[in-house]
């Protein structure tokens, strides 16, 4: 896989889709207001408003893979300004869902806005990883997400200020003060839309570098990765698999600790914070990601980037620890400093698990896309937990997560030269059966 422009032209295009980046990033990161204010609104568990989630991350499950295939056939560029318009329409869909006071809608327009944030997934983070040295891909598509990052940290200080800010005190939920609340999502949302449709037109008209999909034994690099000719599924690439659950769990357990770090700095034992002041220190938590990603862009260049992966899971994995032992203003620290040592994971999990897929890297970006899902699941099993057994021990849960990221990236992110998933599964089978 390898740009047909020179090399003189990257950083216009890299410039361009690094804005991408940032526009999901603060949507996305928006989903962690959203829940709190319209658990208040509807009256919600903790279980029916990851529903937000839920909705929004499912989209990545079912939209991954065919847009995979369509962006194949018509271009990483077109699959960008369609990503986009439809992005904006989703956005455009929260003023109707506001004024009809419709949770279902509400859900309604966060699953097509999620649908193309997908298409955007699916089509920039092959072409950030495309547009130069194949080794450095890591470190290049750490740059672009730290961008992504900023977006997550502008969102919850854009949120707090203009949708928290509104009073949703369970004693005035009057009908003209529910409405206010509904109605205080539509000014955010209508900016969004404005913002997305006009990047789309501004893409469009802009002449980015074509990325051909070729074979690896026609690729420069070809020799790195010979053992993988031959391969006729995407699926035959078990590095891939393991970096899809990679995923699926690093995914998981961000979005669970965004969802409900609000929720668990307002309990009065852990730091009893309104929900606007704990909506400007979630901002901390995406802005650690940021600040991290920078970092880590420029440490990979030195640093084996899978071994960076695993000791920040690791890492991660204790401080989580900490936080549910001790409880208390230690536990909202410990979890916020969390959003730092996620920064390097996703690209890193990414372009590791996309590693000499040749001709099927769309497909593999499409899986792994759909393992986005973990942000739809983890959630939910983590709310289960938090209305069963309270909301600082649900945080076990994205605690599993990281410890399948530490196996990731100290062992099952490795190219393994003629074994496949059915392969190994078969031998499984001829094990159990000896």
Same mark, same amino acid.
């Given at each position: ?33 959203? /829940?709190?204010?319209?658990?208040? /609104? ?48 989703? $956005? ?5 869902? %506001? ?9 309604? %327009? ?25 080794? =450095? ?133 852990? %730091? ?30 030195? /640093? ?31 979890? /916020? ?23 099927? =890297? ?11 899902? *973990? *942000? ?24 599993? $997560? ?22 190994? *599964? ?9």
């Amino acid at each position: 896989m390898y740009p047909s422009a020179n090399n003189q032209k990257f950083g216009k295009a890299l410039t361009v889709l690094t804005s991408l980046f940032f526009m999901w990033g603060l949507i996305t990161s928006l989903n962690d207001i959203l /829940i709190p204010h319209l658990k208040a /609104i509807f009256s919600l568990s903790y279980l029916q408003a990851a529903l937000i989630q839920f909705c929004f991350f499912t989209a990545y499950f079912v939209v991954s893979f065919p847009a995979g295939f369509i962006i194949r056939k018509i271009g990483y560029k077109r699959g960008i300004v369609a990503g986009l318009v439809t992005a904006g329409v989703g $956005c455009l869909l929260f003023y109707p869902a %506001a004024g009809a006071q419709s949770y279902v809608f509400f859900l309604s %327009a966060l699953f097509i806005l999620a649908g193309g944030i997908t298409f955007l997934q699916v089509a920039a983070n092959p072409y950030v990883t495309a547009l130069g040295n194949p080794d =450095t891909a890591s470190s290049r598509l750490n740059l672009t997400q730290a961008f992504n990052s900023l977006g997550a940290t502008l969102g919850p200080l854009l949120g707090a200020v203009t949708i928290l800010a509104v009073n949703t005190e369970s004693g005035s939920n009057t009908v003209s003060n529910l409405a206010a609340q509904a109605a205080s999502v539509q000014t955010p949302y209508l900016v969004l839309t404005g913002v997305l449709f006009a990047l789309a037109a501004a893409i469009w008209l802009i002449r980015l570098p074509v990325i051909q999909e070729v074979d690896e034994s026609a690729d420069q690099h070809a020799g790195a990765h010979a053992s993988h000719q031959g391969k006729q599924s995407v699926w035959a690439y078990r590095h891939l698999v393991l970096g899809a659950l990679g995923i699926f769990a690093y995914v998981g357990a961000e979005v669970g600790i965004g969802s409900f770090l609000v929720s668990l700095m307002g309990q009065p034992q852990i %730091a009893g914070l309104s929900p606007e002041s704990a909506g400007k220190y979630l901002a901390i938590y995406w802005g650690g990601a940021m600040v991290g990603r920078f970092v880590g862009s420029a440490l990979m260049t030195r /640093i084996n980037p899978a071994r960076m992966l695993a000791f920040n899971a690791l890492v991660n994995v204790l401080l989580i620890g900490a936080a549910m032992m001790l409880g208390g203003h230690i536990a909202m620290w410990a979890l /916020i400093v969390v959003g730092f040592f996620n920064s390097i994971m996703f690209p890193t999990i990414f372009s590791l698990a996309l590693k000499g897929l040749g001709r099927f =890297t769309s497909e593999g970006s499409g899986i792994l896309c759909m393992a986005i899902v *973990g *942000g739809a699941i983890v959630p939910v099993i983590q709310a289960y937990f938090a209305d069963r057994m309270g909301i600082l021990a649900s945080f076990a849960v994205p605690l599993v $997560c990281y410890l399948y990221i530490v196996y990731f990236g100290a062992r099952g992110h490795r190219v393994q030269d003629e074994q496949s998933v059915a392969e190994i *599964g078969a031998r499984g089978v001829s094990a159990l059966r000896g």
